[in-house]
């Protein structure tokens, strides 16, 4: 057989090889990560659950984008009741649940204090250590005649995390940015309508003010007195 050839196919297992490695790695990920905009009526109260394994944990993170105060009342409870977290008039916030138990928790965001008032909030689920029922030394069954390759594949999972923790990082940050930008836009058309709104209530108080100036001084130099012939 041709040498050639023979390199060629040694070449194309070991690629081979490699590659299923860090497709095998790659499904061991435990994190994920979700975000929703929503719009909260005035004198509402909107609440979500997240259903979650023991000692894993739940971050999450909200802005109000729009709305007259740009605050709301936020809470979150245990599966059992017990409240965990609780802000009151906050315009964003940012809170870590380590969970003690499985189960659904809750989180609110409560409009009921605001009677005329909708809000528009932001909010992003970040989860971690979703699969603690596995042992994280299951994927070594899957390795087999490694050690000729020269390399450690602790070391190749460790990169993968690495890169995959900082790209979930990178969207992370991408997707605050946004909100903040959102939020920032919606302030700035509020001012610019409330800006023209009152620059047009100056200009017309001053119309009136100039023809009633008019008026008046005209009136004192009319002569009222009649005129007989």
């Keep these: ?12 297992a070991f690629v081979s090889l490699v590659l299923e490695r860090f497709v095998v790695l790659a499904a061991f990920s435990q994190g994920t990560d979700s975000d929703f905009t929503f719009t909260l009526p005035a004198g509402r ?25 740009l605050d709301v009342d936020f809470l979150i409870s245990s599966p059992s009741g017990q409240l965990l977290f609780n802000d009151y008039h906050k315009s ?36 971690d250590n979703m699969d603690t029922d596995e042992d994280a030394d299951n994927w070594k069954e899957y390795v087999h005649g490694i050690d000729m390759l020269d390399m ?7 990169t993968i995390n690495n890169v995959k923790s900082r790209l979930g990082k990178s969207v992370q940050i991408q997707t605050l940015l946004r909100a903040f ?3 920032d836009r919606n302030m700035q058309e509020s001012n610019f309508e409330r800006v023209n709104f009152w620059s047009v209530v100056n200009l017309v108080v001053m119309v009136v003010v ?4 008019v008026y008046l001084v005209r009136s004192l130099f009319d002569d009222k007195r009649k005129i007989r012939t």
């Design 1 to 12: 057989m041709d040498p050639v050839r023979i390199f060629f196919c040694l070449l194309l």
């Design 45 to 69: 109260k909107e609440c979500f659950f997240q259903t979650m394994k023991k000692h894993a944990s739940l971050e999450i993170e909200y802005q109000v984008l729009d709305g007259a105060g």
């Design 92 to 127: 964003d916030s940012v809170h870590t649940v380590e969970t003690e138990e499985d189960g659904d928790y809750m989180f609110c965001f409560d409009n009921t204090f605001s009677t005329v008032s909708e809000k528009l909030i932001f909010f992003e689920l970040i989860l």
């Design 152 to 158: 450690k594949l602790e070391d190749i999972m460790d």
């Design 181 to 183: 930008e959102a939020r």
């Design 210 to 213: 100039s023809g009633l100036q």
